[in-house]
């Protein structure tokens, strides 16, 4: 059997949600933070902690098999990698951003102009695209403070909350990419069985956290109202409730329309509703 090994990020904003989908799938292993390498003491697994801009290229040369990291660092490094999974975690866009009081109004107003940037790949071909010619200055981190020091006309960096723009006095310009972190795998690693299992664990934790176990008590005569509501994993389970004419219904519903759902179900005749989160869902 051979021994994966899987590359996340050893600090930084990946660094947690990579170790809990992990542990999550079931394995168990260390998380010191001033080891570089942990062998999965369950799984047939080896979780090497890098930095985030290194995980493509490890994971193209087959140094690691898997890795996860952010798209974006996936389109800088261009390196040539199988997209296995998207996390739901890490989301954030690369936006291009001005000044609040700039005279940069439109995309041709960045002809000519200074653009600041960690992600000078990326810049490049939507400039490209966009035929605009820029001076694009790379520098690896604390984008936002260029404008202001006069370094640049405008910014290329990572938005999320934007916080980080409007305290440094700048608002956001274009939209140019859309990142999530994503599970990637090398090319040659695709058709072996651990990779088939992990990435099963994987995908029945993730269809776990977007959904909710629900149990609730109606009475027979709003039944069917409350069922076409809930469709459950296959269908919801109905069972008898001592108080005559009444039934608990139990099934799954989505995180994402939840409180929609919960209100219609109010609606129909719902009572008692509660609400669990979910472990893992097979199918
Ligand atoms: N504000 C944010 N909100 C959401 N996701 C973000 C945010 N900032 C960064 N990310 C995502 O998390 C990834 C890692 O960000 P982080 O700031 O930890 O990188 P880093 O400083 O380059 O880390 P490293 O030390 O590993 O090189 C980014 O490449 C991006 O995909
Ligand atoms: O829109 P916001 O929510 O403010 O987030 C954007 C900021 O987050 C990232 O930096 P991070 O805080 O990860 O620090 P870093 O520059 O050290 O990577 C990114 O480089 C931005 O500066
Ligand atoms: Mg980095």
């Not at 902690?49 to 389109?75: K, M």
């Not at 069922?227 to 069972?239: E, I, N, R, W």
Request: aromatic content about 6%; proline content about 4%; hydrophobic content about 40%.
């Amino acid at each position: 059997m051979k021994t994966l090994k899987i590359a996340i990020q050893k600090s930084g904003r990946l660094n947690e949600k990579s170790v809990e989908i992990l542990k999550n799938c079931g394995l168990s292993f260390e998380n010191y933070k001033s080891s570089l390498i942990s062998t999965v003491q369950n799984f047939p697994l080896e979780i090497l902690f890098l930095r985030d801009d290194d995980i493509p290229e490890y994971v193209q040369d087959g140094i690691a098999d898997l890795g996860i990291v952010g798209e974006n660092v996936i389109t800088e490094t261009q390196a040539e990698v199988e997209y296995l999974q998207r996390l739901g975690f890490g989301k954030c866009t690369l936006k291009i951003a001005v000044q609040t009081g700039s005279d940069i109004q439109k995309l041709e107003d960045l002809n000519g102009k200074a653009i600041a940037t960690s992600y000078p790949v990326i810049l490049e071909n939507f400039l490209v695209e966009k035929g605009i010619k820029s001076d694009i200055r790379t520098i690896s981190g604390s984008v936002e403070i260029g404008p202001g020091l006069g370094l640049s006309d405008a910014i290329f960096d990572i938005v999320s909350t934007g916080g980080t723009l409007k305290s440094n006095g700048l608002k956001p310009f274009a939209d140019v990419m859309q990142s999530e972190a994503v599970l990637i795998g090398n090319k040659s690693i695709l058709d072996n069985p651990e990779v088939a299992e992990l990435l099963q664990r994987i995908r029945s934790v993730l269809s776990a956290k977007s959904n909710k176990y629900v149990v609730l008590n109606v009475s027979k005569d709003n039944l069917q109202k409350v069922v076409d509501l809930l469709p459950g994993v296959k269908s919801p389970t109905v069972v008898p409730l001592f108080e005559p004419n009444w039934v608990a219904v139990h099934s799954v519903i989505a995180e994402e329309d939840f409180w929609d759902k919960i209100n219609s179900l109010k609606a129909a005749g719902a009572e008692g509703i509660l609400v669990m989160p979910i472990e893992k869902i097979i199918t």
